[in-house]
């Protein structure tokens, strides 16, 4: 067979698939357990007086219980958003099959645990303060610039008015 | 047998998937004893119709007892494979896997000691920040004197330029010569004065 156009057929059937793959089989063998027969069986004085009511009885009853638990399993589904959280863990579960090492779980010591997730708002922050840190150093060394001239200016100027000062004595 | 927590899969799905399982198992459960005393009120119910009939009604309990048992027990080794099967498959974490929420863990793994570190050149460079903070007002605070000081210093010099401008506007020069001249000259008239007073002294 050549290449099929649209998405190709997963070599594992995803969460969802198998979730409802194995809920159907409980369903098929608990109804094969419970056959007609073994009901019949069980109700042999009805059955032999009332046989077509007998059968309808059980198909009904066999058919609310499957409905009540695929009801049962939708209702499940539905309240823990289950298609979308396995869709997911099937994309982790995809994305990690190359990583042989366990990953990391939590140690239950919270003050363990705190500390990766704090890291990366300490690194921020230093980098922030390094920044922060040059610009004014760079800042500081123009001013001091300024500073030196400005003592020189004044020296000159001393200079200037001791001369202006002897010249008129 | 130590029972796994799946603390993991709780952090991931919400729910432990034990409780999950649990609670279907329960649902189901009832549901199925729920219909069967629904096929049994149906059957009683046929049965009155029929008043000849020499069925009691505790036979058909005993029927219904009977059937149930019967499903119950396929129903508790049924559930409890397909429970094996969704807690292996369906609602577990791989090992090697890591939820998206927990990247900082992968990404940054730090010790204790790297941890400090890292908060101790934190402070650090708060301080040195704090230290380059002040030497800069100190700085700017000079700078400010500098201005009021060579302000003042300026001013004297205008003064000074300012006498020059005045005595070249009015011709005489160089100011400085002209005092030497007129200290000359008051010298000189304090001597001929002098010399007036000798001389009349003796003429008196």
């Not at chain 1, 094969?32 to 009511?53: I, M, T």
């Not at chain 2, 309990?61 to 027990?73: C, G, I, P």
């Not at chain 2, 396929?74 to 094996?84: I, P, R, T, V, W």
Request: aromatic share 10%.
């Amino acid at each position: 067979a050549g290449d099929e156009d649209g998405p190709s057929v997963q070599a594992t059937p995803g969460r969802a698939e198998v979730f409802a793959t194995v809920v159907d089989t409980f369903l098929e063998k608990l109804v094969a357990a419970g056959s007609y027969q073994k009901f019949a069986n069980c109700y042999r004085c009805f059955y032999k007086l009332q046989p077509e009511v007998t059968r309808s009885i059980y198909d009904q009853f066999i058919s609310q219980l499957q409905t009540s638990v695929k009801d049962e399993i939708q209702e499940v589904k539905n309240e823990g958003n289950l298609e979308l959280l396995f869709n997911s863990l099937d994309k982790m579960v995809e994305e990690a099959k190359n990583q042989e090492e366990p990953a990391w779980r939590p140690s239950g010591i919270p003050e363990e645990d705190i500390r990766s997730a704090m890291v990366p708002y300490l690194l921020k922050h230093r980098s922030y303060l390094r920044k922060i840190l040059k610009e004014k150093e760079e800042e500081n060394r123009k001013v001091a610039e300024s500073v030196l001239a400005g003592r020189d200016r004044i020296g000159e100027l001393q200079q200037l008015i001791q001369a202006r000062k002897h010249a008129w004595q | 047998m130590s029972v796994n927590p799946m603390a993991y899969e709780a952090q991931f799905f919400g729910f432990t998937p034990q409780t999950c399982m649990l609670r279907i198992y329960i649902a189901f459960q009832d549901y199925l004893f729920e219909m069967m005393l629904v096929v049994e009120s149906v059957i009683l119910k046929k049965l009155d119709g029929f008043p000849g009939c020499k069925i009691s009604p505790f036979q058909i309990r005993k029927s219904t007892e009977k059937f149930l048992l019967f499903m119950k027990e396929h129903f508790d080794k049924l559930f409890s494979k397909m429970e094996e099967v969704l807690l292996q498959l369906v609602l577990n974490i791989p090992k090697n896997v890591l939820l998206p929420e927990d990247k900082v863990h992968e990404q940054y793994p730090y010790s204790k000691a790297q941890f400090q570190a890292l908060q101790d050149e934190i402070h650090q460079l708060q301080q040195q920040y704090r230290a380059e903070a002040s030497a800069g007002q100190a700085l700017r605070a000079e700078l400010e004197e500098q201005k009021a000081v060579q302000a003042e210093l300026e001013k004297i010099l205008q003064w000074f330029d300012g006498l020059d401008n005045i005595c070249r506007e009015h011709g005489t020069g160089n100011l400085e010569e002209s005092f030497a001249f007129l200290t000359q000259n008051s010298k000189k008239l304090q001597d001929v004065l002098k010399d007036v007073e000798e001389k009349s002294k003796k003429i008196k």
